[in-house]
């Protein structure tokens, strides 16, 4: 048994390296957008393409369905770009473990996870309502499931969007200090 847990704890400590060494190489990447200017505008892109999502699911089976696809998957694109870069640009805050946050980053990880645990269920709430309402028109099911799927979407990127809002610039340098020369 303890031969076990030497192994798995010997796992977790190589798999929490790699993510370290990822979030370095992330750390180098986009360095003239690290501004708030350019997260705000990011996270106002993923927004919009979360409201690409929830007008899609409204007009799913009541719209050709071109339409939807249209939507759907031009907030995918749109969306999914802005989401990487927005990550890319808020750093191991909103994808890193916590043992590897300072006080400061740990901080802002609590607050933005409870922002988005409250709208993810205020909108999971939502969701049922629609579904409920849904209910007895024509393919009713399919759009509250399609309802249910954009407003999930929309709650879990919501802390990588308050994240991106509320961040403020990093000082220049903090941020030469924590690039290294290696």
């Not at 050709?64 to 989401?83: M, N, R």
């Not at 870069?85 to 590897?100: A, E, K």
């Not at 979407?153 to 802390?159: D, K």
């Amino acid at each position: 048994m303890t031969e076990q847990q030497g192994r798995l704890t010997a796992y977790w400590e190589r798999q929490l390296d790699r993510m370290d060494a990822r979030e370095l190489r992330h750390a180098k990447r986009l360095p003239g957008w690290r501004t708030r200017k350019r997260r705000r505008t990011l996270a106002l892109v993923v927004a919009a393409a979360d409201a690409g999502f929830i007008v899609a699911a409204a007009l799913f089976k009541s719209t050709p369905p071109w339409v939807f696809f249209l939507l759907w998957l031009g907030a995918i694109a749109v969306g999914g770009i802005g989401f990487v870069l927005l990550r890319i640009l808020t750093g191991r805050i909103s994808g890193g473990f916590s043992r590897l946050l300072d006080e400061r980053e740990r901080e802002w990880r609590h607050r933005i996870t409870f922002i988005g645990y409250q709208v993810l269920v205020y909108l999971m709430i939502v969701a049922m309502f629609y579904a409920m309402a849904v209910a007895d028109l024509p393919e009713g099911g399919w759009r509250g499931a399609m309802m249910l799927s954009a407003l999930l979407v929309t709650g879990s990127t919501m802390p990588t969007i308050v994240l991106g809002w509320s961040l403020p610039d990093d000082d220049p340098e903090d941020f030469e200090e924590g690039m290294g020369n290696a």
